[in-house]
């Protein structure tokens, strides 16, 4: 198999992996992690990150910030950018899922962490 068919295979099968593990969604973690990861990043780098449409991250995030997961607000420097932020909330309910997500995947060969490693960088680079 290609590259592409096995990467398409590999992101199908990872998100029947995670949907199985949350009942929130896939969007939400996903929204959570890089939240997470970026904090305070301006709304238009994330919505970029994840390749979704506009109106669907923000019926999630409106959802996320009614909850108290994540925290919006208007940089300082820039009136017209907004900041998002994982609340404390958020943090533990992210952390929940990851717990979960390492306990469903078990010890990992040491050669299935440095493939995903490898893909990482790769894929962070022409992202």
Known sequence: MKEIEKLIEIEALLENLMKNHHKGGILRIKILFFCSVYQNLPVGMIIEKLGIKKANFTLMTTALEEEGCIEIKKSAIDRRCRLISLTDKGQKELDSFLSTMRKALGNTP??????????????????
């Open 110 to 127: 040491i050669e299935v962490d440095k493939a995903i490693e490898t893909l990482s960088v790769f894929l962070n680079k022409i992202v």
